[in-house]
């Protein structure tokens, strides 16, 4: 068991530039969940998914992020235009079902300048 | 919505002392799960303990909480803080048990001097 992959582990991108977040939940996992850590602000909830199908996107800027699950294998967290404001570290996590923990992997560190 | 308050932002202490960081949650739900998470330097947040009774002790690695549902609150204890013990901790919430989405607080950095 690998637990939860996430690439790439650090990315930088220039202001107005688009980044694409990658992450490999636990095989088996029914749930898979982003985050947003800041020192600010904590860790944000931002959207998750139940078995590939979108269920609560209610932390998701709406404007410039988007996420997607095609696969029970992959989850990808796109930001367009990205903005200095959105540099933080982007925290993947995948739970079995609604009684189980949460595995979290170890996070992009997005760097925007 | 469910939210989860931690006071402090950030607690400094001697090893030896007491440690308590605070967590007060706010939901409509009548039976909440309660979490505390902790998060050591260049890793990624991992369980520390939980819980869903009411008035009961939980206890894990030296660390343990009680759920009061009386007064909302879910304050992690250890009897005496160690140097490993520095770690960011992150109070967290499930509005039921059928729920999967964690809501949680900012976080309390809890940093321990020799």
């Known amino acids: 068991n690998a637990g939860v992959i996430q690439t790439p582990r650090h990315k930088v991108t220039g202001k107005g530039q688009e980044a694409t977040l990658w992450c490999e939940p636990i095989?088996?996992?029914?749930?898979v969940f982003w985050y947003r850590q800041t020192i600010v602000q904590g860790l944000e909830f931002l959207t998750y998914?139940?078995?590939?199908?979108?269920?609560?996107d209610s932390g998701m800027p709406k404007e410039r992020f988007s996420a997607q699950m095609p696969n029970q294998s992959h989850s990808t967290l796109k930001i367009q235009s990205t903005q200095p404001q959105d540099s933080a570290v982007y925290l993947c996590?995948?739970?079995?079902?609604?009684?189980?923990?949460?595995?979290f992997g170890s996070g992009t560190r997005l760097l925007v300048i | 919505g469910d939210s989860v308050t931690q006071t402090e932002g950030l607690v400094t202490l001697t090893e030896g002392l007491p440690v308590m960081l605070n967590c007060t949650y706010q939901t409509i739900y009548s039976n909440p799960f309660l979490f505390w998470y902790v998060q050591h330097l260049n890793e990624s947040p991992r369980l520390l303990l939980k819980?869903?009774?009411?008035?009961k002790r939980t206890e894990h690695q030296g660390f343990h909480a009680t759920l009061h549902k009386s007064s909302s609150s879910f304050h992690l204890q250890k009897s005496s803080a160690q140097l490993s013990d520095s770690a960011l901790y992150y109070c967290?919430?499930?509005?039921?048990?059928?729920?999967?989405?964690?809501?949680f607080g900012k976080g309390t950095h809890l940093h321990v001097l020799p």
């Open positions: 998914f139940r078995n590939q199908a979108p269920i609560d």
């Open positions: 095989s088996g996992h029914s749930a």
């Open positions: 967290a919430l499930k509005g039921n048990t059928n729920a999967y989405k964690v809501i």
């Open positions: 819980s869903f009774t009411d008035n």
């Open positions: 996590a995948s739970s079995l079902d609604a009684h189980s923990d949460y595995t």
